[in-house]
C-alpha cells in the first residue's frame, strides 16, 4: 500500500473550492462526440443493460469497462472523455449504463444501486465471453466506483480483472448520506432527489403503459415517489426493500465498499480529493484497511470527479491523463 500522487495534479486557478470543480464540467464542458457501438445485454432475470463499446475492435486489444455514478450515463462527460482517451491509447472501452440509464426503462421494479455488484459480475462475465483474448480492466465513478470495489473485494483471488480504478468513491453510504446533506452540498441531495424520484415515476409510467400491472403494484406499494429531501428516505423507501435489504441501514451496511477493501487482490488505483463535498475525511480508509496492490491517490483538491487543471481557454481533465497513465503501465508490468 502507497499514498501517493504520482503524476502531479494542479487544481485549475480559475475553478477554486470543491464546487466549482464537482459543477463546472457537467454543466459547461463539451464533450466529444463518439461514434459508438450500442450492445443490449440480457440478464437472467429478464431485465436488461445497454453497453455503448468504443475503440479498436482486435480480439486481442486490451478492453476497460467503464461505470458511470448516479443519475449518470453512458453520456456522461468523464465516461465519454475517458473512452477517447483510452482510444488515443489503442485500447477499447465498453460504457456501462445501469439499469435504466440508457435512456429507456428497465423492465422491473427494481433498478440500481451502489451495492449493485451482480450486474457489474454479469457485464465481466460477457466481456469475457466476448473478447476471451482481451486483457480485461475497470474503471468506475463515485457510486459506480464503490460497485467495483466491493466487487473486487467480492471475487478476491477469482477476479478476472487485470487491474481496477475507482474514483470519488463514497466508501461509506451512511456517511455519504449524512455529509450530503450538510452545507452547500444539500443542493447535490436535492438534485438527486428529484432524478431519482423522476427514475421511479418513469417506472411507473412505462409499467403502466405496457399493462405490467404486478410491478405497478409492487412499486405503488411502496408509495410517492417524490417529496423526499435525503438520501436516508429513498432508500428506506425503495433501495432497500427493492433490492432484498432489510432497510436502509442495512443496505448501507451491506454495500459500502470500505467494508471489502480488504480482500482485493488486483492491482487498484482510488483517486480521491480531501475536499469531495460528497465525502468526508473521515470516510477514506486507513492505510491498514489496504490491500497489498491497492493505492489511495489523494488530493487536497478536486472536488468530486471533478480534477479540472489548466486554462480557462484550453481546460484539461486529470482523470482523462492519469488513468490511461496508470492501466498503461499496469499492463506493462503484468506477465506475459
Given amino acids: 500500500m502507497t499514498f501517493s500522487a504520482a503524476t502531479p495534479f494542479k487544481p485549475a486557478w480559475w475553478l477554486p473550492g470543491p464546487h466549482a470543480q464537482t459543477l463546472w464540467a457537467s454543466l459547461l464542458r463539451h464533450a466529444p462526440r463518439l461514434q459508438r457501438q450500442r450492445e443490449r445485454l440480457w440478464l437472467a432475470d429478464g431485465d436488461f443493460l445497454d453497453l455503448d463499446w468504443y475503440g479498436p475492435h482486435q480480439a486481442d486489444t486490451p478492453l476497460v469497462l467503464i461505470a458511470h455514478g448516479l443519475t449518470g450515463s453512458s453520456q456522461s462527460h468523464y465516461v465519454v472523455g475517458l473512452q477517447r482517451a483510452l482510444a488515443d491509447l489503442g485500447w477499447a472501452s465498453v460504457a456501462l449504463n445501469w439499469r435504466g440509464c440508457s435512456g429507456e426503462a428497465n423492465l422491473l421494479p427494481r433498478g440500481y444501486h451502489s451495492g449493485v455488484s451482480e450486474d457489474l459480475a454479469a457485464v465481466i462475465n ?8 482481451a486483457p480485461l480492466y475497470a474503471v468506475g465513478y463515485s457510486l459506480g466506483g464503490n460497485v467495483l470495489l466491493k466487487y473486487l473485494g467480492e471475487q478476491g483471488e477469482q477476479c478476472p ?13 451512511d456517511h455519504c448520506a449524512e455529509r450530503i446533506g450538510m452545507g452547500f452540498s444539500r443542493l447535490y441531495q436535492a438534485h438527486f432527489m428529484r432524478a431519482l424520484g ?11 403503459a ?3 400491472h404486478e410491478h405497478l403494484a409492487t412499486l405503488e ?3 410517492p415517489s417524490h417529496g423526499m429531501r435525503s438520501f436516508w428516505e429513498f432508500d428506506q423507501r425503495f433501495t432497500a426493500p427493492l433490492h432484498g435489504y432489510a432497510d436502509a441501514a ?5 454495500a459500502s465498499s470500505r467494508f471489502y477493501l480488504a480482500r482485493i487482490a488486483r492491482p487498484c488505483l482510488m483517486i480521491q480529493a480531501a475536499d469531495d463535498p460528497f465525502v468526508f475525511p473521515h470516510s477514506l480508509p486507513a492505510p491498514d484497511e489496504l490491500a497489498a496492490h491497492s493505492q ?3 488530493h487536497a483538491q478536486g472536488g468530486h ?4 487543471e489548466g486554462s480557462l481557454r484550453q481546460p484539461a481533465f486529470y482523470l482523462e491523463r492519469r488513468i490511461p497513465q496508470w492501466l498503461h503501465q499496469q499492463a506493462s508490468q503484468a506477465p506475459n
Avoid at 198 to 208: E, L, P
Wanted: some cysteine.
Fill in 126 to 133: 460477457h466481456l469475457q465471453a466476448c473478447r476471451p483474448l
Fill in 161 to 173: 480483472l487485470q487491474a481496477a480504478v475507482a474514483v470519488s468513491v463514497p466508501f461509506r453510504l
Fill in 198 to 208: 423522476n427514475y421511479v415515476q418513469d417506472k411507473r409510467r412505462q409499467f403502466h
Fill in 210 to 212: 405496457r399493462g405490467a
Fill in 221 to 223: 406499494a411502496l408509495g
Fill in 250 to 254: 442495512d443496505y448501507y451496511r451491506r
Fill in 296 to 298: 489511495l491517490e489523494l
Fill in 305 to 308: 470527479v471533478g480534477f479540472i
